[in-house]
């Protein structure tokens, strides 16, 4: 699998991999999955198909190692440096992360009953319908050891520690779209729009996507950091690309 290094999409586990043993499930499906179509685009510019048949092979090779990263109803997160299990069912904290299951339907490596599996334990663990919210995983971390990073310092259900980070929410529904779930990914989409929140609790404005939302007790469904556009830019994707 790919390194985690100080951090891979979330940079508050930097500490997960600093060493530069820890390793990363989502990355390594990330890495599949974009090789895969580096590939294809080398060949539709006439490349030498060796150049192409570089990309693919790397592709398949860490594809598959991503696929064996399962833990028995979903995939890892990855691995820390010490080699304990990062998003594991045996976890105290994070026991399962969103985006390794949504990442994994972009692979072609990946097991679709596996992957189909994966998605289902993401809706049911991770959404949460009363307060209409998307966990990045659950649950968050609290003096977790070994530390995944600075992650900790948001506490637990802020931001990227457990609360919900839009664009892992957002991925989760275009997941439930690409593997043909409509039924499950609509309810979800409609939950991240501001417009269908208790505007009182959400206190940010209805008309624009939120980076986060609380899932913190104390303050469950109050937005943070609004007008993010990477949210707002993935979701007009998804809806466009996915939602047919």
């Not at 895969?36 to 592709?59: E, I, M």
């Not at 992957?115 to 971390?141: E, G, K, M, Q, W």
């Not at 609380?214 to 830019?233: F, L, V």
């Amino acid at each position: 699998l790919l390194l985690f290094g100080g951090g891979d999409w979330n940079d508050g586990m930097d500490k997960a991999g600093a060493p530069g043993r820890g390793e990363s499930v989502w990355l390594s499906w990330f890495f599949s999955h974009t090789a895969h179509r580096f590939a294809t685009l080398l060949r539709r510019l006439g490349s030498a198909d060796d150049d192409a048949q570089r990309f693919d092979d790397a592709a398949a090779k860490i594809g598959t190692a991503a696929n064996a990263a399962w833990d028995g109803g979903w995939y890892l997160r990855g691995w820390h440096d010490d080699g304990s299990a990062l998003g594991s069912a045996q976890n105290t904290y994070c026991q399962i992360d969103l985006i390794s299951q949504s990442f994994a339907v972009l692979s072609p490596e990946a097991d679709a009953a596996k992957t189909n599996a994966a998605l289902t334990a993401a809706v049911s663990r991770l959404y949460d319908p009363d307060h209409r919210l998307i966990r990045l995983f659950d649950p968050p971390f609290e003096n977790a050891r070994p530390s995944p990073g600075y992650i900790e310092s948001y506490g637990p259900g802020f931001r990227e520690n457990g609360g919900q980070y839009t664009h892992g929410a957002v991925w989760l529904v275009m997941a439930l779209l690409k593997q043909n779930r409509p039924d499950e990914a609509l309810p979800l989409l409609e939950a991240l729009l501001p417009s269908n929140r208790d505007q009182a609790l959400y206190a940010a404005e209805p008309y624009v996507l939120s980076a986060d939302v609380c899932a913190n007790p104390d303050c469950a469904g109050r937005a943070g950091w609004s007008w993010y556009t990477g949210s707002a830019g993935w979701l007009w994707r998804v809806v466009l690309e996915d939602l047919h």
